[in-house]
């Protein structure tokens, strides 16, 4: 299949771009919900590929995932979270803490998802844990429902270019294949906390200019609680972040502890589903502190009752999360990974005109393929062609993770971490996808910039 063109595009390439325009055409001109574009697509993908082989492969694979099923199970915990009232005392808590600034609930999202994520190593998988109280916070506190998602959304992406994330790792190692001893691992670390430094900043003047565009105005005094007050009557309430929290901080900072305790196939049961029993956890502090705060009282019909209505939210952002997820697979069946390869190293661009070409190519990419898949693959081939062009291979090695990883949940139409926080914040697909567009431009400008070696790195 390979080495085919239409036009400038090989042809792998040129699917990617078919599959974008009719997903558009379904969801934009004729007004179908984006589920039903998404299962169009991946049909649409399939005969389009030729790939009849993989459909059913494909097609089972999401379900074999234990992301999915936890992206399933934090959704279904946020509406369990409105039913119990308990995330109305998380909210007031964070509310009289930095309810007094203009986004503060904003500034809430970038710091804890940030953190968080670089924890968990997965970006939808953070969306779905911390979103449940950065995006109703930051609804409550002015913000319209499409920029508290996409806030929450390009906070816990910037968790794939903080260390400890395995993509850094992954990055890492693609260098030294190349360029042997080019950098020590630790300083290699260090260089990548300074990238994500820059990203943070990044991410806080966005949504500084974000918040006075759309008016996002302090909480007036008097409808802020004291801060003493909310932990006096949310303390019970405050423990949900922390159960959350816990075991992914565990799995990330205590694995020699958890071989030893749990033996190694036993500490590798525990992370592989830390992310999956989570939710459960919460959901039954949830139950038990917040029981008698239910509208309706505190009864398991009622309970079943109000937890029905969630069906109508949960289920079509699943159902379009699964077929992003399949959909990648069956451009993974393709060889468009060593097309692209190919093709990049053919381009003969200049070291400043690859700065610019190369992270709208993984930007590109990344509405397909994994993140890892995109730095083991092309890693070499662009590491080695920047340098030949004069760049600093180091520099690209380190960007690779904010190019690969942070974009590939942020790039419609397959962006799980778009669709996971729309689910939370109720927000419709174009004005979220329009404001995500925002978050990206300016993640591409400072990869650029990073890039052509216009702000500093300190370790090169």
């Not at 006096?232 to 922390?242: M, S």
Request: glycine share 10%; aromatic share 14%; proline share 5%.
């Amino acid at each position: 299949m390979g080495g085919q063109y239409i036009g400038p595009f090989p042809l792998e390439v040129f699917y990617l771009i078919e599959l974008l325009l009719v997903i558009f055409l379904l969801f934009v001109v004729f007004k179908r919900p984006v589920y039903e574009a998404m299962a169009f697509g991946f049909l649409f993908s399939i005969v389009m590929t030729g790939k009849y082989d993989v459909f059913w492969k494909a097609l089972a694979y999401p379900a074999t995932s234990s992301l999915f099923y936890a992206i399933f199970g934090f959704l279904a915990l946020a509406h369990l979270f409105d039913i119990t009232r308990v995330i109305e005392q998380v909210i007031n808590f964070i509310i009289a803490t930095v309810g007094r600034f203009r986004g503060g609930a904003g500034y809430v999202s970038l710091f804890a998802s940030t953190f968080m994520a670089a924890l968990s190593g997965s970006g939808p998988g953070n969306v779905a844990a911390t979103g449940v109280f950065t995006i109703p916070a930051m609804k409550r506190t002015g913000f319209p429902p499409a920029l508290a998602a996409t806030t929450e959304m390009s906070c816990s992406s910037l968790g794939n270019v903080i260390p400890p994330a395995g993509s850094i790792l992954l990055a890492f190692g693609v260098l030294d294949a190349v360029f042997k001893g080019a950098l020590s691992s630790s300083t290699f670390i260090i260089g990548s906390y300074a990238v994500g430094l820059w990203f943070v900043v990044q991410r806080w003047l966005t949504l500084l200019g974000l918040c006075y565009y759309y008016k996002v105005s302090p909480v007036p005094p008097e409808e802020r609680p004291a801060a003493g007050e909310a932990l006096r009557q949310g303390w019970k309430a405050l423990v949900i972040p922390v159960l959350i929290f816990l075991p992914l901080f565990v799995d990330s900072q205590m694995g020699d502890l958890l071989k030893l305790r749990l033996g190694a196939d036993g500490a590798k049961a525990f992370s592989s589903s830390v992310l999956m029993f989570t939710p459960g956890l919460a959901a039954a502090y949830a139950l038990i502190v917040g029981w008698k705060s239910m509208e309706g009282g505190a009864s398991l019909t009622n309970l079943y009752e109000r937890f029905k209505d969630s069906l109508e939210k949960v289920v079509p952002v699943a159902i379009t999360i699964y077929l992003a997820y399949a959909t990648a697979q069956v451009f993974a069946a393709t060889e468009m990974k060593e097309v692209v390869q190919n093709w990049l190293v053919g381009m003969g661009l200049s070291r400043y005109t690859f700065a610019v070409v190369i992270p709208l190519l993984f930007m590109f990419l990344g509405m397909a393929l994994p993140g890892s898949s995109q730095i083991a693959i092309l890693g070499g081939a662009v590491i080695g062609a920047y340098a030949a062009l004069g760049g600093n291979p180091v520099v690209l090695a380190l960007l690779l993770p904010a190019m690969t990883g942070a974009m590939e949940g942020m790039t419609p139409p397959l962006a799980l971490c778009m669709y996971t926080a729309m689910g939370i914040a109720g927000s419709g697909f174009w004005e979220t996808t329009k404001l995500t567009l925002v978050w990206i431009l300016f993640h591409l400008i400072l990869s650029m910039i990073l890039l052509a070696g216009l702000l500093p790195l300190f370790v090169v």
